[in-house]
């Protein structure tokens, strides 16, 4: 096998002559030294210099580029004239143009031509670039070609390494390669990620704080942060150093070190950054969970939120509930329905955020509606709402709040990696407490990596094409959305406890009410094999943690009103209540029964006379507009009402010579066959 060469050795075989033509492209026309000795200190200093590389890689034509592309992601940045034209790269490149831009570039200095002197391949043309400068081609390049997926996620990265760049990191992490040829891409990934994963890939970086500070970088940031921002609120622990800290950490396979702009995508990043792919972040949180032991309070909103929504369904039905031209409610009637809400105050949300989400969700799913006196009516939806089943509920909610619009175009991203987080949390499942930010930082570094994918790029374009200041969220700014919604959405809704140190969140757990709201299925859970009530004979009614009570308490609140929100929960049967629950369709039978299958103890009699008595008193009555039709004589009605298109329309017969229709007649043969009977209509 052929050795790479080193820069100081190509520049080494070279005559004067050939040194002062690359000088005279290098060195910008600047004096070109005569001796060989100061060409080749002069070229080495020139050919070392990023800045002036990455000048001279732009003033390339594409065919030279692509040359260097296929060198770079060769081993040992060496590849005959065959392998260059059969590259696995997907650059198509013809003999003649491939034989033109080797000498353009060996002209220039970037390449070494020379013949293979192999039995096999004996006479070809190779080509070769020293070593130094191909590292820093193979960055520079890399970089300019680098889209969201290279930079954010594994697969992107590894798909645009050079076969020596693999290489040499798979030899640095011990991987013990099988049979014969390259590990394809696939094995490279299971071998980083499951076999070694973030903690041991961590732990290969031998610089301490380093080390420390990636570890920091995952949990606080996500794994992406800018050098601003580092500099700014990390105070810089460790100094700023990208080729540095690009050598370790692409070289533990962990990330890399980006200067992408994600501008086009309405996105800031605020320059040069450091990248842990996506793939690490995530692993770092599965293998790495929070200590419950360390917890100061647990919080829960259970399902308040769902029994404050039907109270609000219930007030509009029974009291003229004023609404601004604004869309909004009275301070009157906002204070009255807060008065009655059970949802208590906490340090992540109080009743008026509550209730202002409850509006936006009962005017959201159309629950109500806005009459043209400006009062309140509930609409059929609203009113079947309380017959639902709790999962159809939360379930309508949750797909509301997906889908929850945001001012000034700011909900652009936030739509989508709301669907990722969900996803997540589906994922997630019932499997304990997860660090608080784990989901907004896997959900965000999952959207920013599959912005191509999605083609963001043009539908941020077409949507903002004539905004003068279209809105751009910073990457912080992606995952922070995600963590206020949350703690202002799916807590309040009752998907999630949070777990509380110094008034901070710091973990969450999906509640047995998120499980079935987001249709994950999960063992019952059957508590002591207690039932959970006891009906007492003041008609009071206490529910007990036993199992799970979500269904019970959901049933409860149909005919019952909340008096204290404890481990154990209060409530009392009143009659308004019995006789709305059998209102809306659920039957005394249908209360008993529940009580009675869902009690430790037998139903007091006095309660279960009163709730019969309540529910058994109820007559309904039906009201519906009709047209009046009346004629002279009983014996005219009876031939008028023969007729089938009349027949059709009535909706009562309400006197001999009256009858109640659905709508007019006005149907032209249907009022000839009425003259045709000498009967005429008039008003």
């Known amino acids: 096998m052929n050795a790479m060469i080193t820069l100081a050795d190509y520049l080494e075989s070279k005559r004067v002559s050939e040194l002062q033509e690359f000088h005279s492209f290098w060195g910008n026309g600047a004096g070109t030294p005569s001796r060989k000795a100061d060409l080749k200190s002069s ?74 002197k192999s039995w096999i391949n004996y006479g070809k043309e190779v080509y070769a670039i020293p070593r130094e400068l ?70 290969s970086i031998s610089q301490t704080r380093l080390r420390n500070m990636i570890t920091r970088l995952i949990e606080d940031y996500g794994g992406v942060i ?72 647990v919080l829960s909103a259970q399902i308040d939120l769902l029994t404050d929504l039907a109270y609000l369904l219930r007030y509009a039905a029974r009291n003229p509930v004023r609404v601004t031209q604004a869309r909004a409610l009275f301070k009157a ?32 799913l159309k629950l109500v509606e806005v009459g043209e006196d400006r009062i309140l009516k509930i609409t059929p939806e609203g009113e079947a709402w309380e017959g639902l089943d709790l999962a159809e509920q939360v379930q309508r909610i ?22 990722l987080l969900a996803q997540r949390l589906r994922r997630v499942g019932g499997n304990g407490w997860r660090f608080f930010l784990e989901l907004p930082f896997v959900a965000r570094n999952e959207y920013l990596s599959s912005l191509e994918d999605d083609g ?58 998120g499980l079935k709201g987001l249709g994950v299925e999960v063992e019952e859970n059957e508590g002591n094999g207690l039932a959970p009530l006891v009906v007492n004979p003041d008609f009071e009614v206490l529910v007990f943690p036993e199992g799970d009570v979500l269904e019970i308490v959901h049933t409860l609140d149909r005919f019952a009103v909340r008096t204290k929100s404890e481990a154990v929960s209060h409530y009392r049967i009143l009659k308004d209540g019995v006789e709305r629950a059998v209102v809306k369709g659920m039957g005394v039978d249908d209360i008993l029964s529940f009580l009675a299958e869902q009690s430790r103890t037998p139903i007091p009699q006095n309660v279960e006379y009163s709730i019969r008595d309540w529910g058994e008193k109820i007559r309904f009555g039906a009201q519906q507009e009709v047209v009046l039709l009346t004629v ?52």
């Open 456 to 513: 963001i790029r043009e539908r941020y374009k077409n949507r903002f094409q004539y905004t003068y200041d279209p809105p751009k969220v910073s990457v912080p700014g992606l995952a922070l959305e995600l963590r206020e919604w949350i703690l202002k959405r799916l807590f309040i809704l009752g998907l999630v406890d949070v777990a509380m140190v110094n008034d901070e969140p710091v973990a969450l757990k999906l509640t047995e009410l």
């Open 134 to 203: 191909g590292d820093m081609v193979s960055l520079l390049l890399s970089e300019e070609r680098r889209g969201p997926r290279e930079v954010f996620s594994l697969p992107g990265h590894l798909g645009g390494l050079s076969a020596q760049k693999l290489k040499g990191m798979l030899k640095r992490l011990g991987y013990e390669k099988n049979g014969n040829g390259a590990p394809g891409q696939e094995q490279v990934e299971s071998f980083l990620i499951k076999e070694k994963g973030t903690l041991e890939l961590l732990d």
């Open 226 to 297: 800018s050098r601003v921002r580092y500099e700014k609120e990390l105070d810089a622990p460790v100094k700023w150093e990208r080729k540095r800290w690009q050598k370790f950490v692409e070289g533990a396979g962990l990330g890399t070190m980006s200067n992408i702009s994600l501008e086009p995508y309405g996105i800031r990043l605020e320059g040069e950054s450091v990248v842990v792919f996506k793939d690490f972040v995530e692993d770092y949180f599965t293998r790495a969970l929070p200590d419950p032991e360390s917890f100061d309070i």
């Open 398 to 419: 949750f797909d509301q709040l997906l889908e929850e619009r945001v001012p000034e175009g700011r909900d652009f991203h936030l739509r989508k990696t709301r669907r």
């Open 632 to 683: 002279d004589s009983e014996d005219v009605l009876d031939r008028i009402l023969a007729i089938d298109r009349i027949r059709d329309v009535m909706v009562a017969r309400i006197s001999p010579t009256a009858a109640a229709l659905s709508e007019p007649i006005e149907n032209w043969r249907t009022l000839e066959e009425l003259r045709s009977l000498g009967v005429y209509l008039r008003d």
């Open 333 to 364: 009637a906002h204070t009255k329905v807060r008065e009655g809400m059970v949802f208590k105050d906490t340090i992540l949300a109080d009743r008026d955020e509550v209730l202002h989400l409850i509006w936006d969700l009962v005017t959201g």
């Open 43 to 116: 070229l080495f200093k020139l050919m070392h210099d990023e800045e002036t590389l990455g000048k001279k890689l732009r003033v390339l034509s594409s065919t030279p580029t692509h040359l260097l592309l296929i060198l770079i992601r060769s081993d040992d940045y060496r590849a005959d004239i065959q392998s260059v034209f059969y590259n696995d790269h997907g650059i198509q490149l013809e003999y003649y143009e491939v034989e033109a831009a080797a000498r353009a570039l060996s002209r220039r200095g970037f390449i070494e031509i020379s013949r293979d």
